[in-house]
């Protein structure tokens, strides 16, 4: 495996910390090799310890010594700008001396850990330098995260020029989210299960709301951010992939393409929003100073690296619509934002009122419609909930539920998310990555909103203050259509 970046924070955080967690349950091979590539001035040394100290400290109590030093043992380091000639030479002579040295077979897997701006070159100087060349009989795979372009045009030509140089079926195009057990329980839980699946439509579903808050704020991102803003940041990957899941029919297989075709499907099938009619179907929003826990907060204005004067959405709420036979008339509303109340992403499926109102004459108050919640962070669990009776000889109804929490069946593991994403790439399983097409169908999604902002329609920018649940603006657009939010 070489990374691209392995001195940045993604790979401190996540990649190696899962790669841990990966040798610890004997889920990498003994022929496994890593090698790191970045613009540094430390040594391959210096950088052992460093990332022997990160193990130890982000692992906590689930780590293994001997893990981690097993895992250190195997990394090498080229210090080299990407564009450097003597870096490309020292990789090729590094990947033959670790090929052979535990015997990988030519097996290569190259991890993107860069910049945006990196992605391209990268990917066509490994297809120079015949790195890419899977012709000998061993496999070579390339995985790129995201931001995948920064609009539905930029996403196509991405993909147009990715594709000149190497196959679809070698990309990986990661969304983290996809590692969470909530998320790709999504899938067993709709069919592996006889009894959800025959009400998961039009007919007993009322409505489908799929939240992504966070606590935090843009923190020292604001270079990134800034030009970006929430809903280009967080709709075409992040919450778009939840709306397939939840959205997508039963694929022919479990197979990567019929699940990824499902997807493409469901995803095809969200009509565009007019322009005209953008201000009614989607908010933006952006934090003031305000208060998280009982700390004071700046707001998104006084943040590093942002313009004092910036006009970037940090909170977006929007009321999108699939239109087939399964979702005819249920709106979906998606929301996101940043220094928002709690740190909450859920899918929340609310199912249709009861057809009559049995207990009108006794003085018992309306039962509430019944409501499914799929939590993905921070805590994971499914929870149900229906309405029962208080006891009594009074007849009055409460909201109770069933509750299943992967703490309680399972037990808690330190996991970053990507253990599964990392193994499935090993093993050339494409199931939780995004095809060229996914990547596109989620930006058209939301390219007509961009288009209007940038012409100026719908766009006006509602403050809200920090550690509250967002712009009043977002209320207003649900309960135009009699409905509310869950609360975070």
Aim: charged content about 25%; hydrophobic content about 40%; aromatic content about 10%.
């Amino acid at each position: 495996m070489v990374i691209f970046g392995i001195t940045g924070d993604l790979s401190k955080r996540l990649l190696l910390p899962a790669l841990h967690n990966l040798a610890l349950h004997g889920l990498l091979s003994e022929h496994f090799a890593l090698i790191g590539i970045a613009l540094s001035d430390i040594t391959e040394t210096q950088l052992r310890e460093t990332l022997m100290d990160d193990l130890m400290h982000s692992c906590g109590r689930d780590c293994s010594i001997e893990t981690i030093r097993w895992l250190v043992s195997r990394l090498r380091f080229v210090a080299a700008d990407f564009e450097s000639e003597t870096g490309w030479q020292s990789l090729h002579t590094v990947l033959e001396e670790e090929n052979r040295t535990h015997q990988a077979g030519e097996n290569y897997l190259f991890y993107l850990a860069t910049a945006p701006e990196f992605f391209l070159t990268l990917v066509k100087r490994l297809a120079a330098e015949q790195l890419l060349d899977d012709s000998g009989g061993h496999w070579r795979r390339v995985i790129i995260e995201k931001p995948f372009g920064h609009d539905l045009q930029s996403a196509h030509a991405l993909n147009r020029e990715l594709l000149k140089v190497v196959r679809e079926d070698q990309i990986y195009r990661i969304d983290h989210y996809l590692g969470k057990e909530t998320v790709q329980n999504i899938l067993v839980f709709r069919f592996a299960n006889g009894i959800f699946e025959p009400i998961w439509n039009r007919r007993y579903i009322d409505h489908v709301q799929i939240t992504v808050a966070e606590s935090v704020g843009v923190e020292r991102r604001g270079r990134y951010y800034d030009p970006a803003g929430a809903l280009r940041d967080m709709i075409p990957n992040h919450l778009v992939q939840l709306l397939a899941l939840t959205a997508m029919e039963p694929p022919a297989s479990f197979s990567a393409n019929a699940l990824q075709n499902e997807q493409v499907k469901a995803l095809e099938s969200v009509p565009p929003i007019n322009p005209e009619e953008c201000s009614a179907c989607v908010v933006r929003g952006q934090y003031t100073a305000g208060t998280i826990g009982e700390a004071l907060v700046a707001g998104y204005r006084e943040e590093a690296y942002v313009d004092p004067n910036s006009q970037t959405e940090t909170y977006v709420a929007l009321k999108v619509a699939v239109d087939n036979w399964r979702w005819a008339d249920v709106p979906f509303y998606l929301r996101t934002g940043k220094r928002l109340r709690n740190r909450n992403t859920h899918i929340a499926v609310q199912f249709r009122k009861a057809p009559l109102a049995l207990f009108r004459r006794s003085g018992a108050s309306q039962p509430r419609p019944n409501l499914l919640v799929l939590n993905i962070q921070p805590e994971e669990h499914i929870c149900l909930e229906f309405e029962g009776k208080i006891p009594g000889p009074v007849i009055e109804t409460t909201t109770v539920d069933m509750h299943f929490d992967y703490r309680d069946y399972f037990g808690v593991e330190n996991r970053t998310g990507y253990e599964t994403l990392l193994y499935d790439a090993m093993i050339g399983d494409a199931s939780l990555f995004k095809r060229a097409d996914m990547i596109e169908a989620g930006w058209a999604v939301i390219q007509p909103m961009l288009n209007a902002w940038s012409a100026g329609r719908g766009g006006e920018l509602h403050p809200y203050p920090a550690g509250t649940e967002g712009p009043l603006a977002a209320d207003d657009l649900i309960r135009r259509d009699g409905r509310m939010w869950r609360s975070l």
